[in-house]
């Protein structure tokens, strides 16, 4: 079922587990986390990019979130828009059915140079006061992360100031806040070990408790993953992700949304080179497409059970935009 992302993140906040945010561009990918989240009964976020719905030409993923909801009646999704850059982008999104959005202000419309805070303030409100009127969940941002590879951040990281943060949330009324702790998107996240900022989590949870704080730039960047894409060809050299210890330790501390797309990217491209390399006379692409497909489902498994969301899809609240749209009004 289709639910508001606000219920899924409050849901993971109040029980200390995290809810992942999947990043997915087609329907194999689709397909593979739907399907994890039915194994393992987790609630689970499907997240598009810009860069996703142009890749998807908008209307088939507007089709494809029908879907889902037609082949999964039994799990809790939201399907959510990650890093829009303006009202624009959030009002086309909403249109596809989306439940969630993200304005990322922390940036300036082209998504790379870093914006102020002023600008931050008047772009999420404007979002708020759309996408609430449709009852629609809505995540802001405040600092910046590292990592421009995927056209995606300004390549510095200034970490959330907690104060800052505080007074954000209050001027614009979001529901879910992703913060810089020193994650990069991508897979060159770190240059030596890797350390996230997890007294800013704890400070900024101190002062908000009831907000549902948002990790984007998690994925782990399995050894084994970039040990086979190099076997078979390819070149990632000194990849280097956020070890899974540490975001069990943002959950605790209160990060409830954990946003996923290298690792998921990593698992996709190993199997097909893997199988690309050993079995040359092949050009079905289901024969490639298929085995990627079961590789990214088994990998989403594994995080959902490391985020502790294993077994929640059953707990909860089965409450759709409408509902949410009353909420948002009396409140
Ligand atoms: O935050 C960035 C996500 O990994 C999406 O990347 O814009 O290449 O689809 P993308
Ligand atoms: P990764 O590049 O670490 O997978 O982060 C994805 C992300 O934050 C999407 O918004
Ligand atoms: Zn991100």
Redesign the pocket.
């Known amino acids: 079922m289709l639910v508001p992302m606000k219920i899924l993140v409050d849901h993971a906040m109040k029980h200390q587990y995290g809810i992942g945010a999947f990043?997915a561009?087609n329907m194999e990918q689709i397909q593979a986390i739907m399907e994890a989240a039915r194994e393992t009964g987790s609630p689970v976020i499907i997240q598009?990019?810009?860069?996703?719905l142009q890749?998807s030409q908008f209307t088939f993923f507007k089709y494809l979130i029908l879907a889902v909801e037609e082949a999964y009646p039994d799990v809790p999704f939201a399907a959510h828009l990650?890093?829009g850059n303006t009202l624009e982008a959030v009002k086309k999104a909403i249109d596809l059915g989306f439940s969630s959005v993200m304005i990322d202000g922390s940036l300036m419309e082209d998504?790379k140079t870093a914006s102020t805070y002023e600008y931050n303030v008047q772009v999420t409100k404007s979002v708020v006061d759309y996408a609430h009127q449709y009852g629609v969940t809505v995540e802001g941002e405040i600092g910046t992360l590292g990592?421009i590879e995927?056209?995606?951040?300004s390549g510095e990281i200034h970490l959330t100031d907690p104060l800052q943060a505080k007074e954000f949330v209050a001027e614009t009324g979001l529901d879910t806040l992703a913060i810089a702790i020193g994650t990069s998107?991508?897979a060159y996240k770190f240059t030596s070990t890797p350390l996230l900022a997890l007294n800013v989590v704890q400070e900024i949870k101190s002062l908000m408790p009831d907000l549902p704080l948002v990790m984007?730039?998690a994925s782990s960047v399995p050894r084994e993953l970039t040990n086979k894409i190099n076997q078979y060809g390819g070149r990632m050299p000194d990849a280097i992700g956020v070890p899974i210890t540490s975001i069990q330790e943002a959950i605790k501390l209160g990060v409830a949304k954990i946003?996923v797309?290298?690792d998921g990217?990593m698992a996709i491209t190993a199997t097909i080179r893997e199988i690309f390399q050993k079995h040359p006379e092949k050009f079905d692409p289901r024969d490639y497409l298929k085995p990627a497909r079961e590789a990214l489902k088994e990998l989403v498994a594994a995080k959902m059970n490391d985020f502790g969301a294993h077994g929640r899809g059953k707990d909860i609240a089965q409450i759709n935009l409408t509902a949410a749209r009353k909420f948002y009004q009396s409140h």
């Open positions: 990043n561009n598009a990019s810009r860069g996703a890749y990650d890093h998504g990592g995927d056209g995606v951040g998107h991508g984007h730039g946003n797309d290298t990217r």
